[in-house]
């Protein structure tokens, strides 16, 4: 009795072992980041001070503007002169 009960854990553990999903490297850094919320915050806080940024770095540009006018008047003489 005693011989059967661990060999019932080595059976029972090899088919749990047996059933683990293999992942490589990459595809175990992709289900890392997608899942991680402390790093989607991350994510989204940088997007968010991006965004204040390129706002702060516009207003800091001078404003340029460009005006162009044209008139034409055509005065008339008398050829009584």
């Known amino acids: 009795m005693k011989k ?3 060999l019932f854990f080595v059976l029972i ?3 749990v072992l047996g059933a683990q999903v293999e ?8 289900l890392v980041q997608k899942n991680n919320k402390t790093l989607q915050k991350a ?8 965004e204040e940024y390129n706002n702060v770095r516009g207003n800091l540009l001078p404003d ?4 162009a006018g044209c008139q034409f008047s055509k005065i008339w ?3 009584a002169l």
């Open 4 to 6: 059967q009960i661990p």
């Open 13 to 15: 553990g090899s088919l």
């Open 23 to 30: 992942l490589t490297l990459h595809q175990s850094m992709e």
């Open 43 to 50: 994510r989204e806080e940088v997007s968010k001070y991006r």
């Open 64 to 67: 340029v503007s460009l005006e």
């Open 77 to 79: 003489m008398p050829d």
